[in-house]
């Protein structure tokens, strides 16, 4: 049974640093594509960050891009999300998604072509 768990969400002010983390297990992340996506109270799920392989350069969306940094420890069969300089408008929850196989980066944003989802975890950036 494949399981993805998100953990570092919480409270930030504008300016702030999170790292967050998705441990994956009973699949492995080499051979998967895997993506952050996040949503925001009364929008829909947005893609954030993307990799279509464990080599892949990861694609980011235009407002985080210099910000935040997707990253992957295949070791440790984890992936991650640094964010900096947060702003209110990062607010949302962060979900990390998983597809056996690789994913173009093209098709990054189609939620539908995910194969698993973590739970989700909240990211607050208020003064």
């Known amino acids: 049974q494949v399981q993805l768990v998100e953990s570092g969400g919480g409270l930030v002010h504008p300016g702030g640093s999170l790292k967050l983390s998705c441990a994956a297990s009973?699949?492995?992340?080499?051979?998967?594509?895997t993506a952050w996506f996040r949503q925001a109270p009364g929008k829909g799920r947005e893609i954030v960050s993307c990799?279509?392989?464990?080599?892949?350069?990861?694609y980011y969306v235009d407002s985080v891009k210099g910000r935040f940094t997707n990253t992957r420890d295949n070791a440790k069969n984890t992936v991650f999300l640094q964010m900096n300089s947060l702003e209110p408008e990062d607010t949302a929850t962060y979900y990390c998604a998983v597809k056996s196989g690789s994913l173009a980066t093209s098709f990054c944003s189609l939620a539908q072509l995910w194969d698993y989802w973590g739970q989700g975890t909240q990211v607050t950036v208020s003064s």
């Open positions: 009973g699949l492995t992340l080499d051979y998967s594509a």
């Open positions: 990799m279509s392989t464990k080599d892949s350069a990861p």
